[in-house]
Protein backbone atom coordinates (compact mmCIF):
# COMPACT_ATOMS: atom_id res chain seq x y z
CA UNK A 1 0.00 0.00 0.00
CA UNK A 2 1.66 3.42 -1.06
CA UNK A 3 1.99 5.78 1.37
CA UNK A 4 -1.13 8.06 0.01
CA UNK A 5 -3.30 5.34 0.29
CA UNK A 6 -2.71 4.35 3.66
CA UNK A 7 -3.05 8.24 4.80
CA UNK A 8 -6.51 8.43 3.09
CA UNK A 9 -7.61 5.69 4.91
CA UNK A 10 -6.40 6.60 8.08
CA UNK A 11 -7.98 9.99 7.32
CA UNK A 12 -11.20 8.90 6.30
CA UNK A 13 -11.85 6.58 9.40
CA UNK A 14 -11.09 9.94 11.13
CA UNK A 15 -13.40 11.69 9.73
CA UNK A 16 -10.73 14.36 7.94
CA UNK A 17 -9.55 14.28 4.30
CA UNK A 18 -5.89 14.36 3.71
CA UNK A 19 -5.41 17.77 2.30
CA UNK A 20 -7.34 18.68 5.65
CA UNK A 21 -4.83 17.17 7.67
CA UNK A 22 -1.74 18.47 5.74
CA UNK A 23 -3.70 21.78 5.87
CA UNK A 24 -3.59 21.55 9.91
CA UNK A 25 0.11 20.29 9.72
CA UNK A 26 1.32 23.52 7.25
CA UNK A 27 1.66 26.05 9.67
CA UNK A 28 3.70 24.24 12.56
CA UNK A 29 6.39 21.71 10.62
CA UNK A 30 9.79 22.21 12.46
CA UNK A 31 12.80 20.54 10.82
CA UNK A 32 15.77 19.91 12.90
CA UNK A 33 18.89 18.61 10.82
CA UNK A 34 21.83 17.03 12.51
CA UNK A 35 25.08 16.73 10.33
CA UNK A 36 28.54 15.66 11.50
CA UNK A 37 31.36 16.08 8.46
CA UNK A 38 32.23 19.25 6.40
CA UNK A 39 30.54 17.67 3.77
CA UNK A 40 26.96 16.76 5.53
CA UNK A 41 27.22 19.93 6.98
CA UNK A 42 27.01 21.55 4.02
CA UNK A 43 23.89 19.19 2.29
CA UNK A 44 22.22 19.58 5.09
CA UNK A 45 22.35 23.12 5.45
CA UNK A 46 21.31 23.50 1.87
CA UNK A 47 18.97 21.30 1.78
CA UNK A 48 16.63 22.83 4.68
CA UNK A 49 17.25 26.15 2.26
CA UNK A 50 14.87 24.50 0.24
CA UNK A 51 12.15 23.18 2.20
CA UNK A 52 8.96 25.50 1.82
CA UNK A 53 8.75 29.12 4.11
CA UNK A 54 6.58 27.30 6.30
CA UNK A 55 8.88 24.66 7.83
CA UNK A 56 10.92 26.12 10.58
CA UNK A 57 14.82 24.90 10.51
CA UNK A 58 17.67 24.54 12.44
CA UNK A 59 20.77 22.38 12.49
CA UNK A 60 22.70 20.84 14.81
CA UNK A 61 26.74 19.82 14.34
CA UNK A 62 27.05 16.63 16.11
CA UNK A 63 30.88 16.22 17.78
CA UNK A 64 32.19 12.85 16.40
CA UNK A 65 35.93 11.87 14.74
CA UNK A 66 35.38 14.10 11.55
CA UNK A 67 34.09 17.24 13.81
CA UNK A 68 34.77 19.83 10.93
CA UNK A 69 37.04 23.27 11.77
CA UNK A 70 35.98 26.85 12.00
CA UNK A 71 37.26 27.08 8.95
CA UNK A 72 35.59 24.26 7.38
CA UNK A 73 32.30 24.95 8.91
CA UNK A 74 32.43 28.66 7.17
CA UNK A 75 32.90 26.73 4.03
CA UNK A 76 30.29 24.15 4.27
CA UNK A 77 27.68 27.03 5.74
CA UNK A 78 28.32 29.88 3.18
CA UNK A 79 25.39 30.91 1.38
CA UNK A 80 23.32 29.69 4.47
CA UNK A 81 24.50 31.65 7.12
CA UNK A 82 21.37 34.11 6.80
CA UNK A 83 19.22 31.02 7.28
CA UNK A 84 21.10 28.41 9.84
CA UNK A 85 23.09 31.11 11.46
CA UNK A 86 26.05 29.61 13.68
CA UNK A 87 25.04 26.34 14.82
CA UNK A 88 25.87 24.57 18.03
CA UNK A 89 28.57 21.75 18.48
CA UNK A 90 27.03 19.12 20.39
CA UNK A 91 28.00 15.17 22.51
CA UNK A 92 25.34 12.75 21.50
CA UNK A 93 23.92 13.08 25.16
CA UNK A 94 23.03 16.76 24.77
CA UNK A 95 21.96 16.49 21.32
CA UNK A 96 19.17 14.07 22.94
CA UNK A 97 18.80 16.74 25.34
CA UNK A 98 18.01 18.89 22.61
CA UNK A 99 15.52 16.60 20.65
CA UNK A 100 13.24 16.49 24.02
CA UNK A 101 13.37 20.06 24.20
CA UNK A 102 12.43 20.98 20.63
CA UNK A 103 10.22 18.11 19.95
CA UNK A 104 10.92 18.68 15.91
CA UNK A 105 8.27 17.51 13.39
CA UNK A 106 10.89 16.27 10.99
CA UNK A 107 14.62 15.25 11.71
CA UNK A 108 17.17 15.19 8.92
CA UNK A 109 19.72 12.93 9.12
CA UNK A 110 22.79 14.45 7.56
CA UNK A 111 25.81 12.07 8.84
CA UNK A 112 27.89 9.10 7.78
CA UNK A 113 26.30 6.24 7.69
CA UNK A 114 27.48 4.26 10.26
CA UNK A 115 26.27 7.46 12.88
CA UNK A 116 22.54 6.76 11.08
CA UNK A 117 21.68 4.29 13.35
CA UNK A 118 23.15 5.72 16.16
CA UNK A 119 21.72 8.46 16.23
CA UNK A 120 18.44 7.33 15.11
CA UNK A 121 18.33 5.14 18.28
CA UNK A 122 18.79 8.49 20.36
CA UNK A 123 16.14 9.95 18.89
CA UNK A 124 13.36 7.37 19.48
CA UNK A 125 14.78 7.74 23.00
CA UNK A 126 14.70 11.37 23.33
CA UNK A 127 11.15 11.51 21.84
CA UNK A 128 7.41 10.98 23.34
CA UNK A 129 6.01 10.84 19.55
CA UNK A 130 8.96 10.33 17.23
CA UNK A 131 9.59 12.79 14.15
CA UNK A 132 9.89 11.86 10.84
CA UNK A 133 13.19 10.75 9.96
CA UNK A 134 14.94 11.52 6.93
CA UNK A 135 18.33 11.12 5.13
CA UNK A 136 20.33 11.26 2.36
CA UNK A 137 23.59 11.07 0.68
CA UNK A 138 25.37 14.40 0.34
CA UNK A 139 26.93 14.30 -3.32
CA UNK A 140 27.29 11.62 -6.00
CA UNK A 141 25.36 8.46 -5.15
CA UNK A 142 26.57 6.66 -8.29
CA UNK A 143 26.47 3.21 -8.36
CA UNK A 144 24.12 2.34 -5.51
CA UNK A 145 25.90 0.69 -2.62
CA UNK A 146 24.13 -1.80 0.09
CA UNK A 147 25.83 0.36 3.07
CA UNK A 148 24.15 3.05 1.86
CA UNK A 149 20.91 1.32 2.15
CA UNK A 150 21.73 -0.65 5.08
CA UNK A 151 22.77 2.06 7.40
CA UNK A 152 19.84 3.78 6.58
CA UNK A 153 17.03 0.78 6.97
CA UNK A 154 15.13 2.51 9.86
CA UNK A 155 14.63 5.79 8.32
CA UNK A 156 11.37 6.48 7.37
CA UNK A 157 12.44 8.73 3.97
CA UNK A 158 16.12 8.83 1.67
CA UNK A 159 16.49 11.95 -0.34
CA UNK A 160 18.54 11.37 -3.52
CA UNK A 161 19.18 13.79 -6.59
CA UNK A 162 18.65 12.30 -9.66
CA UNK A 163 16.54 9.92 -11.65
CA UNK A 164 19.40 7.41 -12.23
CA UNK A 165 19.97 7.29 -8.41
CA UNK A 166 16.19 6.93 -7.49
CA UNK A 167 15.83 4.19 -10.22
CA UNK A 168 19.25 2.48 -8.82
CA UNK A 169 18.44 2.55 -5.29
CA UNK A 170 15.29 1.41 -5.33
CA UNK A 171 16.33 -1.81 -7.17
CA UNK A 172 19.25 -2.24 -4.98
CA UNK A 173 16.84 -1.79 -1.59
CA UNK A 174 13.94 -4.68 -3.32
CA UNK A 175 16.94 -6.64 -3.75
CA UNK A 176 18.18 -6.63 -0.28
CA UNK A 177 14.93 -7.07 1.10
CA UNK A 178 14.69 -3.77 2.86
CA UNK A 179 11.31 -1.37 2.45
CA UNK A 180 12.44 1.99 1.31
CA UNK A 181 11.22 5.23 -0.25
CA UNK A 182 13.02 7.39 -1.83
CA UNK A 183 12.62 11.06 -2.76
CA UNK A 184 14.13 13.16 -4.92
CA UNK A 185 15.46 16.65 -4.64
CA UNK A 186 17.47 18.78 -6.82
CA UNK A 187 21.02 18.62 -5.63
CA UNK A 188 20.64 21.37 -3.01
CA UNK A 189 23.83 23.10 -3.38
CA UNK A 190 23.62 23.39 -7.16
CA UNK A 191 24.55 27.45 -8.24
CA UNK A 192 20.72 28.64 -9.36
CA UNK A 193 22.56 30.43 -12.62
CA UNK A 194 24.87 30.11 -14.86
CA UNK A 195 27.77 32.98 -14.68
CA UNK A 196 27.96 36.04 -17.14
CA UNK A 197 29.87 35.08 -20.19
CA UNK A 198 32.61 37.56 -19.52
CA UNK A 199 34.08 34.93 -16.62
CA UNK A 200 33.90 31.72 -19.03
CA UNK A 201 36.56 30.60 -21.39
CA UNK A 202 40.19 29.61 -21.36
CA UNK A 203 41.69 32.22 -23.15
CA UNK A 204 40.68 34.94 -20.25
CA UNK A 205 42.33 35.33 -16.88
CA UNK A 206 40.91 33.24 -14.27
CA UNK A 207 41.19 30.36 -12.16
CA UNK A 208 41.44 26.52 -13.68
CA UNK A 209 39.91 24.47 -10.19
CA UNK A 210 41.48 21.11 -9.81
CA UNK A 211 38.60 19.38 -6.91
CA UNK A 212 40.50 17.14 -5.25
CA UNK A 213 38.77 14.32 -3.13
CA UNK A 214 39.94 11.99 0.12
CA UNK A 215 40.17 8.73 -1.11
CA UNK A 216 40.64 9.17 -5.36
CA UNK A 217 42.55 8.26 -6.57
CA UNK A 218 44.19 6.48 -3.89
CA UNK A 219 47.41 5.66 -5.00
CA UNK A 220 50.75 8.07 -4.35
CA UNK A 221 51.77 7.35 -7.88
CA UNK A 222 48.29 8.62 -9.20
CA UNK A 223 48.19 11.70 -7.11
CA UNK A 224 51.94 13.12 -8.31
CA UNK A 225 50.90 12.23 -11.81
CA UNK A 226 47.75 14.37 -11.46
CA UNK A 227 49.83 16.95 -9.89
CA UNK A 228 52.44 16.78 -12.52
CA UNK A 229 49.72 17.55 -15.33
CA UNK A 230 48.45 20.33 -13.63
CA UNK A 231 52.06 21.84 -13.05
CA UNK A 232 52.92 21.43 -16.76
CA UNK A 233 49.67 22.74 -17.95
CA UNK A 234 50.12 25.91 -15.40
CA UNK A 235 53.50 26.46 -17.15
CA UNK A 236 51.56 26.45 -20.31
CA UNK A 237 49.22 29.20 -19.45
CA UNK A 238 51.33 31.59 -16.98
CA UNK A 239 48.01 33.99 -17.12
CA UNK A 240 46.06 31.16 -15.49
CA UNK A 241 46.17 30.03 -11.69
CA UNK A 242 46.02 26.51 -11.23
CA UNK A 243 44.24 25.93 -7.79
CA UNK A 244 44.35 22.51 -6.28
CA UNK A 245 41.02 22.94 -4.21
CA UNK A 246 40.99 20.87 -1.12
CA UNK A 247 38.97 19.94 1.48
CA UNK A 248 40.45 20.03 4.76
CA UNK A 249 44.03 21.65 5.66
CA UNK A 250 46.58 19.68 8.07
CA UNK A 251 44.85 18.40 11.12
CA UNK A 252 41.38 18.96 10.34
CA UNK A 253 39.14 15.98 9.78
CA UNK A 254 36.74 15.53 6.95
CA UNK A 255 34.05 12.36 5.81
CA UNK A 256 36.76 10.24 4.84
CA UNK A 257 40.44 9.70 6.00
CA UNK A 258 43.36 11.36 3.46
CA UNK A 259 46.28 9.03 2.98
CA UNK A 260 47.98 10.99 0.49
CA UNK A 261 47.73 14.80 1.32
CA UNK A 262 48.34 17.13 -1.81
CA UNK A 263 49.92 20.25 -0.15
CA UNK A 264 52.84 17.65 0.75
CA UNK A 265 52.67 16.05 -2.91
CA UNK A 266 53.13 19.24 -4.25
CA UNK A 267 56.74 19.77 -2.77
CA UNK A 268 57.85 16.26 -4.16
CA UNK A 269 57.37 17.28 -8.17
CA UNK A 270 60.39 17.11 -10.02
CA UNK A 271 60.89 19.86 -11.78
CA UNK A 272 59.65 21.89 -8.61
CA UNK A 273 55.64 23.70 -8.98
CA UNK A 274 55.63 26.98 -11.19
CA UNK A 275 54.29 29.87 -8.78
CA UNK A 276 50.80 29.62 -10.93
CA UNK A 277 50.13 26.17 -9.17
CA UNK A 278 48.52 26.47 -5.60
CA UNK A 279 46.80 24.44 -3.05
CA UNK A 280 43.90 26.50 -1.22
CA UNK A 281 40.95 25.90 0.65
CA UNK A 282 37.68 27.33 1.41
CA UNK A 283 33.79 27.05 -0.38
CA UNK A 284 33.83 25.81 -3.40
CA UNK A 285 31.46 28.42 -5.06
CA UNK A 286 33.62 30.98 -4.33
CA UNK A 287 36.62 29.44 -6.88
CA UNK A 288 33.86 28.77 -9.08
CA UNK A 289 33.03 32.33 -9.36
CA UNK A 290 36.44 33.22 -11.06
CA UNK A 291 36.68 29.65 -13.11
CA UNK A 292 37.33 29.17 -16.54
CA UNK A 293 37.30 25.64 -16.16
CA UNK A 294 37.24 22.38 -14.08
CA UNK A 295 39.41 19.54 -13.35
CA UNK A 296 38.62 16.65 -11.27
CA UNK A 297 38.44 12.51 -11.20
CA UNK A 298 35.00 12.42 -10.04
CA UNK A 299 33.98 15.05 -7.50
CA UNK A 300 30.49 16.44 -6.81
CA UNK A 301 32.46 19.84 -8.02
CA UNK A 302 31.86 18.53 -11.39
CA UNK A 303 27.85 19.23 -11.02
CA UNK A 304 28.53 22.40 -9.87
CA UNK A 305 30.50 23.55 -12.47
CA UNK A 306 27.87 22.17 -15.07
CA UNK A 307 25.56 23.72 -13.35
CA UNK A 308 27.20 27.27 -13.81
CA UNK A 309 28.36 26.56 -17.94
CA UNK A 310 31.95 26.11 -16.38
CA UNK A 311 33.50 23.70 -18.94
CA UNK A 312 34.98 20.24 -17.25
CA UNK A 313 37.78 17.42 -17.84
CA UNK A 314 36.60 13.79 -15.90
CA UNK A 315 40.41 12.77 -15.91
CA UNK A 316 40.12 9.12 -16.68
CA UNK A 317 43.82 7.73 -16.97
CA UNK A 318 43.08 5.99 -13.52
CA UNK A 319 40.48 4.34 -14.85
CA UNK A 320 36.39 4.05 -15.14
CA UNK A 321 35.17 2.29 -12.04
CA UNK A 322 32.57 1.48 -8.90
CA UNK A 323 35.95 2.47 -7.11
CA UNK A 324 36.67 5.68 -8.73
CA UNK A 325 33.25 7.14 -8.04
CA UNK A 326 32.65 7.85 -11.91
CA UNK A 327 30.51 5.72 -13.39
CA UNK A 328 28.00 8.17 -13.37
CA UNK A 329 29.81 10.36 -15.94
CA UNK A 330 29.61 7.54 -18.92
CA UNK A 331 27.73 9.08 -21.18
CA UNK A 332 28.43 12.49 -20.01
CA UNK A 333 31.13 13.59 -22.84
CA UNK A 334 32.97 15.13 -20.02
CA UNK A 335 35.79 11.83 -19.91
CA UNK A 336 39.67 13.51 -20.92
CA UNK A 337 43.17 12.27 -20.40
CA UNK A 338 46.64 13.69 -19.37
CA UNK A 339 46.92 15.37 -22.58
CA UNK A 340 43.58 17.43 -21.92
CA UNK A 341 44.43 18.61 -18.67
CA UNK A 342 47.75 19.89 -19.66
CA UNK A 343 46.61 22.04 -22.63
CA UNK A 344 43.37 22.75 -21.17
CA UNK A 345 40.62 21.17 -23.81
CA UNK A 346 38.01 21.10 -21.52
CA UNK A 347 34.29 20.10 -22.70
CA UNK A 348 30.81 20.73 -21.92
CA UNK A 349 28.32 17.61 -21.32
CA UNK A 350 26.07 15.97 -23.69
CA UNK A 351 22.04 17.20 -23.44
CA UNK A 352 21.33 13.81 -23.72
CA UNK A 353 23.21 13.12 -20.31
CA UNK A 354 21.85 15.94 -18.61
CA UNK A 355 18.30 14.98 -17.53
CA UNK A 356 18.98 11.54 -15.51
CA UNK A 357 21.88 13.22 -13.92
CA UNK A 358 20.87 15.75 -11.42
CA UNK A 359 19.69 18.05 -13.97
CA UNK A 360 16.25 16.65 -14.38
CA UNK A 361 13.18 19.58 -14.19
CA UNK A 362 12.33 21.24 -10.62
CA UNK A 363 9.17 20.31 -11.06
CA UNK A 364 10.00 16.42 -11.01
CA UNK A 365 11.24 16.96 -7.21
CA UNK A 366 8.66 15.40 -5.06
CA UNK A 367 10.95 14.95 -1.83
CA UNK A 368 8.31 17.60 0.11
CA UNK A 369 5.44 16.41 -0.88
CA UNK A 370 6.79 12.75 0.56
CA UNK A 371 7.63 13.88 3.90
CA UNK A 372 4.76 16.00 4.13
CA UNK A 373 2.58 12.47 3.69
CA UNK A 374 4.59 10.85 6.33
CA UNK A 375 3.81 13.62 8.51
CA UNK A 376 0.16 13.16 7.77
CA UNK A 377 0.66 9.57 8.74
CA UNK A 378 2.49 10.08 11.69
CA UNK A 379 -0.81 12.78 12.71
CA UNK A 380 -2.75 9.43 12.59
CA UNK A 381 -0.56 7.96 15.78
CA UNK A 382 -0.04 5.11 13.13
CA UNK A 383 3.91 5.63 13.01
CA UNK A 384 5.85 2.46 14.17
CA UNK A 385 9.41 2.42 13.63
CA UNK A 386 10.82 -0.30 10.99
CA UNK A 387 12.13 -2.92 12.65
CA UNK A 388 15.83 -4.09 11.67
CA UNK A 389 16.87 -7.41 10.69
CA UNK A 390 20.37 -7.41 10.38
CA UNK A 391 22.78 -5.89 12.40
CA UNK A 392 20.87 -6.62 16.03
CA UNK A 393 23.44 -9.36 16.99
CA UNK A 394 24.99 -9.20 20.29
CA UNK A 395 21.67 -6.81 21.96
CA UNK A 396 23.22 -3.95 24.12
CA UNK A 397 26.45 -4.64 23.68
CA UNK A 398 26.79 -4.54 19.85
CA UNK A 399 24.47 -1.29 20.31
CA UNK A 400 27.19 0.51 22.85
CA UNK A 401 29.54 -1.31 20.18
CA UNK A 402 28.18 0.81 17.24
CA UNK A 403 28.14 3.74 19.02
CA UNK A 404 32.17 3.83 20.43
CA UNK A 405 32.95 2.62 16.69
CA UNK A 406 30.79 6.16 15.02
CA UNK A 407 31.76 8.74 17.45
CA UNK A 408 35.40 7.41 18.93
CA UNK A 409 36.85 9.27 21.75
CA UNK A 410 33.40 11.27 21.67
CA UNK A 411 31.66 8.59 23.35
CA UNK A 412 32.48 8.43 26.66
CA UNK A 413 30.14 5.88 28.17
CA UNK A 414 31.18 2.95 30.36
CA UNK A 415 29.30 0.80 27.69
CA UNK A 416 31.37 1.78 24.75
CA UNK A 417 34.45 1.11 26.38
CA UNK A 418 33.69 -2.34 27.40
CA UNK A 419 32.08 -2.77 24.31
CA UNK A 420 35.34 -1.89 22.16
CA UNK A 421 37.09 -4.02 24.81
CA UNK A 422 35.24 -7.27 24.03
CA UNK A 423 34.28 -6.38 20.34
CA UNK A 424 37.78 -6.04 19.23
CA UNK A 425 39.09 -9.43 19.55
CA UNK A 426 35.95 -10.80 18.57
CA UNK A 427 35.77 -8.86 15.56
CA UNK A 428 39.47 -9.85 14.39
CA UNK A 429 38.04 -13.24 15.12
CA UNK A 430 35.29 -13.21 13.19
CA UNK A 431 37.19 -11.84 10.48
CA UNK A 432 40.11 -14.61 10.21
CA UNK A 433 36.96 -17.13 10.24
CA UNK A 434 35.44 -15.61 7.13
CA UNK A 435 38.90 -15.51 5.08
CA UNK A 436 38.94 -19.39 5.83
CA UNK A 437 35.80 -20.21 5.14
CA UNK A 438 36.33 -18.24 1.47
CA UNK A 439 39.48 -20.29 1.03
CA UNK A 440 37.75 -23.45 1.83
CA UNK A 441 34.80 -22.26 -0.51
CA UNK A 442 37.34 -21.91 -3.52
Given at each position: ????????????????????????????????????????????????????????????VLASPVLPSADQLAAAL????????????????????????????????????ALVPVVVRAIVGASVVRPVIVSGLPGISIPATK????????????????????????????????????????????????????????????????????????????????????????????????????????????????????????????????????????????????????????????????????????????????????????????????????????????????????????????????????????????????????????????????????????????????????????????????????????
Amino acid sequence: MTITRAVADDAAASGASPRESESALSDRVTVLAIADSDSYVKWGAALLGQAPGHWRGSLIVLASPVLPSADQLAAALSGTEETIGSPPILDLSALAVAIATLKPDVVLLSVRGALVPVVVRAIVGASVVRPVIVSGLPGISIPATKLAVSHRAQVDYFVLHSRREIREFEELASHMGIEMLFGLATLPFLPRKPLPQKTRGRNQNGEVIFATQATVPARKVDRLALLSWLAESARRHPYLRVVVKVRAARGEQQTHGERFDYADLIGELDPPAPHNLVVAGGAMSDHLAGAVGLVTVSSTAAIEAIALSIPVIIVKDSGVSAELINVVFDGSGLFGDCGDVVEGRFRHPNATWLDDNYFHAAEQNDWVEGVNELLIRRATGDFPLKELEKGVLGGVLRRAWDRKRALGRFDRSWSGMIALVVGTPLRCAMTVLRAVRRRRTR
